[in-house]
């Protein structure tokens, strides 16, 4: 872990893992494992034609989502990226609403309107996946400012990958983020690749820390692929945020498994990257090792694996045998009456 010291110097608290409760291991590791079910299920299906639309998987990137998701509540609010589906399980949306609506089915979590890259659930403080790079930020600068105003310690997380830290929106909400003093995390889930460009070949800093610095925000650089260091400096720095201390930056090293969108046949990167990746990097069998370390039995988590299957095969039959929406549904939805 580098840290970088901004306004002050964070995450540099003495971490040990055995501050984590057994049953929040157990709870983290079904959602990490139902993350990547989820979407090895999806990258099986799609390649069959029945889902409609784009689709960008999470998968590899399990960690960053649920280490940082397992401090928030409700009432925290989030704005996510085009590869949302993660971050829509992390934060507790339904699986089965979700497949459903990926699929295009009445009964989606948006009633089959949005599909993957605009999964939303306000109930959950899920603001929604955006199909716009970078569109979140702004938008959660308000729901930042909104937890301010209110004084309850809410706060709200921006997710954002390598690619779409570079747009503009992003740096502009950086900046009113910390004129504002919001409680406000700018995450980088940092996979080495914007769509299908390798960071150095892309943005003239190497490491985003040196963004944040450019604000006068804090910040710290983690392995996304570790839930046990996500899951603790990202408590620090949450806890820090509700205490009114402003907003910081969170740059998660990580890897994903799949092509930027299904159907990427990923020709840029070098042969037997994704290999490696899945054999060396995988954020599923860090967590495995660690949590036997820390008591936790491999039959427990066996028995969730199972758990998790039955979950994923109830979703996807669910979404298979739910109807179209009804064509009338075209006029619901349209606007807001106040």
């Not at 570079?166 to 009113?176: C, D, I, K, P, R």
């Not at 994704?274 to 988590?301: E, M, P, T």
């Not at 009338?328 to 349209?334: E, G, K, N, P, S």
Request: glycine share 10%.
């Amino acid at each position: 872990m580098r840290l970088i010291m901004s306004k002050e110097i964070i995450g540099k608290k003495s971490h040990d893992y055995n501050q984590i409760a057994p049953n929040l291991l157990l709870r983290a590791y079904k959602s990490m494992k139902t993350i990547r079910v989820f979407e090895d299920r999806l990258h099986q299906d799609y390649a069959t034609g029945t889902i409609p639309g784009f689709a960008h998987l999470y998968a590899g990137q399990e960690a960053t989502a649920v280490g940082i998701m397992s401090h928030l509540s409700d009432s925290d609010q989030i704005a996510s990226t085009h590869r949302g589906h993660g971050h829509c399980i992390a934060k507790g949306v339904d699986v089965i609403a979700m497949m459903k609506e990926i699929y295009g089915k009445a009964g989606g979590v948006c009633n089959g309107k949005g599909g993957s890259m605009h999964i939303a659930d306000l109930s959950k403080g899920m603001m929604g996946a955006n199909g716009i790079l970078g569109a979140g930020a702004p938008l959660v600068c308000g729901a930042a400012l909104a937890a301010k105003i209110r004084a309850q310690g809410d706060v709200a997380i921006c997710f954002g990958g390598d690619g779409g830290v570079n747009q503009g929106a992003v740096l502009e909400s950086m900046n009113l983020a910390t004129v504002w003093n919001l409680p406000l995390m700018f995450v980088v889930e940092n996979n080495d690749y914007a769509q299908s460009t390798p960071q150095k070949r892309s943005t003239s800093v190497t490491s985003y820390e040196d963004r944040a610095k450019g604000f006068g925000m804090p910040s710290v650089t983690v392995d996304g692929l570790d839930f046990f260091s996500v899951y603790l400096v990202a408590g620090e720095l949450i806890e820090r945020m509700r205490n009114g201390g402003g907003p910081v930056l969170l740059e998660c090293k990580n890897v994903r498994f799949y092509g930027h969108f299904e159907g990427d046949q990923q020709a840029y990167r070098p042969a037997g990257e994704v290999d490696q990746a899945r054999r060396d990097r995988d954020c599923l069998k860090i967590f495995i090792d660690k949590a036997q370390q820390q008591g936790i039995s491999l039959a427990a988590l066996t028995e969730i694996d199972q758990q998790v299957a039955a979950l994923i095969d109830e979703a996807v039959n669910a979404a298979k045998a739910a109807p179209e929406p009804e064509a009338d549904a075209l006029y619901r939805d349209v606007y807001v009456n106040y």
